[in-house]
């Protein structure tokens, strides 16, 4: 069993001794910024002068700077930059003012784990991955709440990594709901997993082909996503707050019945062959090198794609449906 900490585990000092520097103010990158500042921290934000985000950074009341400017100022860096661009920021913008004593922290291992990112052998590198995204992570903190976080060290020439990142998670409001250890590589290949195989990739997979099966069988659009689509956060939000068993309790008997008699006819062997071939692909780095190997191809791919499911009849059935919820104008 792994071992869980909490606030009252953890010293929160080692943060009041550092200037942290926030690269990045997309949905993580304000979150962490803003929790660490109430939790008394010195933080500062990095970021492109002619990006979007530094109106929103001053309007939140920080001053930003550029990001090398930033990136010398600090001591601790976090690097929150979206995966793809991180390399070259980290190349041009953070490395050339790295020197011992200073800490990078990350919020996935993908560039770590899959050395996009190499940093000097005398810096910290540590890693604090919060489980939610950045607005939660926000909303939960001003509630006097957290949300679950891994953190991890990679390196640890100060023999204080540890300390460090634990302070960070407790300033971000993370161990008052709890935070496990883990490694950048078990983070990094989990997360992956996840994403492709059931939290993205194979949820839409499986909405789209029960609309599909319904349709073609001569059913209304608007029936089918009603079944497949639409109550799909209702059953999710019930697993959520009262996990599988707690959830087959809240619904029908027939529900009950038929879920359990027939997922596994759906869901069966041949998924879980399909599922260990996608967790080998992102293990042996297959995955990391079609999506960051040629970053133009891939994201011009990944254009491609969100275009042709935007065309898919779900898609506009969907908007109708939300319409009509309420839920979009």
């Known amino acids: 069993m792994v071992k869980v900490y909490y606030d009252s585990d953890i010293d929160a000092s080692p943060i009041s001794k550092r200037k942290i520097a926030v690269i990045g103010y997309g949905s993580q990158g304000r979150a962490q910024a803003l929790n660490l500042r109430d939790s ?3 933080v500062f934000v990095g970021l492109r002068q002619s990006g979007n985000s530094w109106k929103l950074a001053e309007n939140d009341g920080f001053q930003p700077l550029g990001i090398a400017d930033a990136s010398s100022k600090a001591d601790t860096i976090l690097v929150l930059v979206p995966d793809p661009p991180q390399p070259a920021v980290y190349k041009a913008e953070i490395e050339p003012h790295l020197r011992a004593g200073k800490t990078l922290s990350f919020s996935h291992g993908y560039n770590i784990h899959f050395r996009e990112i190499v940093p000097p052998k005398n810096v910290d590198v540590v890693m604090v991955a919060p489980k939610s995204p950045g607005q939660r992570l926000r909303e939960l903190y001003l509630n006097s709440f ?12 100060s023999g204080h990594a540890r300390e460090l990142v ?17 490694t950048f590589k078990d983070e990094t290949e989990s997360d992956l997993f996840g994403e492709q195989a059931v939290l993205v990739g194979g949820l839409m997979r499986l909405i789209i082909e029960g609309f599909e099966t319904l349709v073609d069988a001569g059913y209304p659009p608007e029936l089918a996503y009603y079944e497949t689509c639409n109550e799909m956060k209702l059953i999710m939000d019930l697993v959520y707050q009262f996990g599988f068993v707690g959830m087959l309790r809240r619904v029908s008997d027939t529900a009950k019945f038929g879920g359990l008699t027939v997922g596994p006819k759906v869901i069966d062997h041949q998924v879980r062959k399909n599922m260990k071939d996608v967790l080998k692909e992102v293990q042996d780095g297959t995955f990391a090198k079609s999506w960051t190997g040629d970053r133009k191809q891939a994201a011009q791919l990944l254009d491609e794609m969100i275009d042709e499911l935007g065309k898919h009849p779900i ?10 919820s309420g839920l979009e104008k």
Not at 146 to 157: C, D, E, K, R, T
Not at 167 to 175: I, N, P, R
């Open 146 to 157: 957290g949300v679950p976080a891994l953190f991890a060290v990679y390196q640890n020439p």
């Open 40 to 42: 008394g921290a010195e």
């Open 315 to 324: 898609e506009k059935v969907g908007k109708d449906i939300r319409k009509l």
């Open 166 to 182: 634990l302070a960070l998670c407790k300033g971000m409001g993370c161990s008052r709901a709890g935070v496990i250890e883990t």
